[in-house]
């Protein structure tokens, strides 16, 4: 069966999910919404597609099968539940939202609906992250003792300045949802659910530019495993992102998943089973004046097909996009300001 999709929010991400899904061969996109007609009109012209006017004319469009919700994290809920509560499929942009209880009211109304609903946590695809996963499935790490992440990138001036959502408690919610629910979400599908211990956030130089912090310590433990876990995290490295990486100390090898954006194999001593010949991770989604993570969208748009269509189960269901949005709410309970 063919998928026929519509976006709510037209930006930068909802280019990519149009791109992806005009590719894909048993994909169709019928048109956008986004609240500022201009970017409805200019989305529409770029990719040939409806301008809807309103979201009522998108939602009433018998032709859309699932909706993609492209707008700032802090109006995922709401869009999300009023494509749900049309009877559509959604697939939610990270983070799911910005609040665990509307997660939890948007996994009840998909279930009240009977739809599906997907979450992007595109890294998930990336090669060394199947690679690990593939690892832990067979158990061959053995005990696991500890994960350590850090997560070293730059968020300039114009990265704020030109957004007139990033940056805000309501819209952004903060450097964890944003910037580093990806990894959270990552540490979450290897190694499960944590408790956080203790943290430490600080705004260290992005000043009035944003309303929260742009550097972390947390320490936290697993509770399958007792694995002890640590992130290291700052949007304020000097000129350029440099790390994004998750080590893995285990009964039977050390890994570190590293690169940016946890897109290669950085060091490996394993019992004779290192990972090798992994296919080349895609490119990063290049922003111009910052780089973001990894742009695996047409994975993403191919699960959705494929689930639609029973051959394939979600890769990011929404029971997972919640459990992350309660650790980041955890987080930021737990953390003590420094500034
Ligand atoms: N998966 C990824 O790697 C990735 C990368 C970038 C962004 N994102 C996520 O995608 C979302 C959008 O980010 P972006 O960079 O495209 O932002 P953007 O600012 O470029 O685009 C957001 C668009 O939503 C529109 N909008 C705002 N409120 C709306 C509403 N209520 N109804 C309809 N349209 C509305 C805005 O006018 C804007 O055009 C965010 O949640 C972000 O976290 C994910």
Redesign the pocket.
Known sequence: MNINFGI???????NRHAQHIQAHPEANLVGG????PA?TQAFAEKHNVTAFAT?EDLLNDEQIDIVSV????G??Y??GMRVLEARKHALI???MTICKEHCEDLIKTALDYNRELFV?K?NRFNPPVQAVKELMLDKKLGQVYSVMVNCFWNRNEQYYLR?D?KGTKKLDGGTLF?QYS?FLDVVYYLFGDFEIINGITKNANHGSLIDFEDSGNFIFRFKKSNALGSLSYTTSCYQQNMEGSITIFAENATIKIGGKYLNTIDYQKTNNFDITDLPSSGPA?NYGYYE??MSNHDKVIHNVVQALNGREKIMTNAYDGLKVVELIENMYAVAQRID
């Open positions: 709510i929010g037209c930006g930068y991400i909802a919404f986004d609240i500022v970017t979201l492209c707008t700032p994290n109006a995922h709401q869009a942009e990270k983070p992007v595109q957004s959502w944003t990806h989604n973001g993570s």
